[in-house]
């Protein structure tokens, strides 16, 4: 594991730049793998609980008795479809069933130019203890989102295989994937989802959370290592509306949840708060997979941040994600607020600027993380003007209002404003956001004319 992802699990960084990949090697190249093999490659393991439950899922997938042909020794395959087809292994007792024609629910069907194999794993206790209304209800919920997914992602990985299993249980995920990628494209050629089953299909925040499963984890079979990606496009298709039980909100889960203290590539599934501002700025759903598609493992937190700056899809708008999450504006859809978990505070930290004798000026630092904003307000006293001059340089963009009004003022090339304060103080809230790979330093001067 590299030196920098060392550094930044020490520092408890989680990144939305997750990139953890399993490969597991089976007895398909018996000359090379005598032995069944799993091989766990963390390139940068900022996420070391997340990638040691994939690496558990792996190790599962490896306990299958697989026979591939001759065909599948390129593309290794979990479940293998052909007449030694397994359920998954239920994790309890580690024992594989075969499926029967009643577990099977979709057999290669065609969805959005992929092949889709839909089943419950056979004798589940979980499962088999269901009614047979309850399992219909289950399963109907189960097509619809796979349908609605794969339809909506019909132009991405065309011609991909899809193995989807629901499981009574699964150690405390509500889904996971592994994905099975070409050797020398990289490209995902079969992707393995195992889903939690529902135990009420009739409560709401079960059944929004199964179909938002089954979409997010479908994502991740086009893109599966980073996490607030494939949260924006369940939160797409179905956004959690009229729904707002906070069981379903959990500590980083969702946009909800995003931490405006954090950097953007420190966050995971909170992430897609900002992918949900891109969409309603006018930027596609096409163009966002194409940038989330492009990304590649990189070796250390400080990487990442150098990368996201040079990435004009997010360097590009970050200082209007600023001003529209200061002001609660982001939504999943025009009717459907994003109502925020850890908004800015409604009063700014406020610095009452000193009567000062006319020439004088008084400064105060503004240091801005990489990848994050923050605001303040500076209360002029009465009867004063001002000349304020704002930070510079790279990476820096800020805005001003006057307290109480609606509308953030963009500076120019000068980067400063006057201020008249009548017979009363007048208060200016300064919004300034960091998009640089590096801490962005500089100074507000307030200048008494």
């Not at 289950?138 to 193995?163: C, F, H, M, P, S």
């Not at 956004?239 to 590539?265: C, H, M, R």
Request: glycine content about 6%; proline content about 6%.
């Amino acid at each position: 594991m590299p030196n920098g992802a060392v550094r930044a699990c020490q520092q408890g960084l989680s990144s939305i730049l997750w990139t953890c990949e399993i490969r597991y090697m089976r007895r398909w190249q018996p000359h090379l793998f005598p032995d069944e093999v799993i091989v766990v490659t963390f390139h940068q393991s900022v996420n070391m609980l997340s990638c040691a439950l994939f690496a558990g899922f792996a190790a599962l997938a490896a306990a299958l008795p697989t026979q591939p042909s001759s065909e599948e020794a390129a593309t290794p395959q979990l479940f293998p479809r052909a007449t030694s087809f397994k359920c998954p292994v239920y994790p309890r007792d580690k024992a594989s069933e075969t499926c029967t024609e009643d577990d099977i629910i979709w057999d290669n069907r065609s969805v959005g130019g992929k092949s889709v194999t839909l089943y419950f794993t056979a004798n589940d206790p979980i499962i088999s203890a269901a009614s047979s209304a309850q399992r219909a209800a289950a399963r109907k919920l189960i097509e619809d989102a796979t349908n609605r997914a794969l339809t909506y992602y019909q132009n991405w990985a065309k011609g991909l295989k899809v193995y989807l299993g629901v499981v009574g249980e699964l150690e405390g995920m509500y889904g996971a994937t592994l994905p099975t990628r070409n050797s020398t494209t990289r490209a995902v050629e079969h992707c393995d989802i195992i889903m939690v089953y529902p135990d009420d299909t009739a409560d709401p925040v079960q059944k929004l959370r199964m179909l938002k499963v089954v979409v997010h984890e479908l994502y991740h079979c086009i893109q599966w290592w980073v996490e607030g990606s494939a949260r924006y496009f369940d939160g797409v298709l179905y956004p959690p509306q009229g729904i707002t039980d906070p069981s379903l909100l959990e500590l980083g889960a969702f946009a909800e949840e995003y931490n405006p203290k954090k950097s953007l590539v420190e966050q995971t599934y909170e992430a897609a708060l900002y992918y949900h501002f891109l969409e309603q700025s006018g930027v596609s759903a096409d163009k966002i997979n194409a940038w989330i598609s492009s990304k590649t493992a990189r070796g250390s937190f400080e990487d990442e941040l150098l990368d996201a700056a040079s990435t004009p899809i997010l360097a590009d708008h970050w200082h209007a994600f600023a001003e529209a999450f200061a002001d609660h504006g982001i939504f999943y859809a025009p009717d459907n607020h994003i109502e925020l978990s850890n908004p800015l505070p409604s009063v700014p930290i406020t610095i009452t600027v000193p009567d000062l004798h006319a020439g004088a000026a008084q400064s105060y630092a503004v240091d801005i993380p990489p990848f994050t904003f923050d605001r303040a307000r500076l209360t002029f006293p009465a009867g004063t003007q001002h000349r304020v001059g704002l930070p510079s340089g790279k990476g820096f963009e800020c805005s001003y209002r006057q307290a109480g009004t609606a509308t953030w003022k963009q500076f120019g090339d000068a980067a400063s404003f006057n201020v008249k304060a009548g017979g009363n103080h007048l208060s200016v809230d300064i919004l300034c956001s960091c998009n640089a790979g590096v801490l962005c330093q500089g100074r507000v001067v307030a200048a008494r004319s």
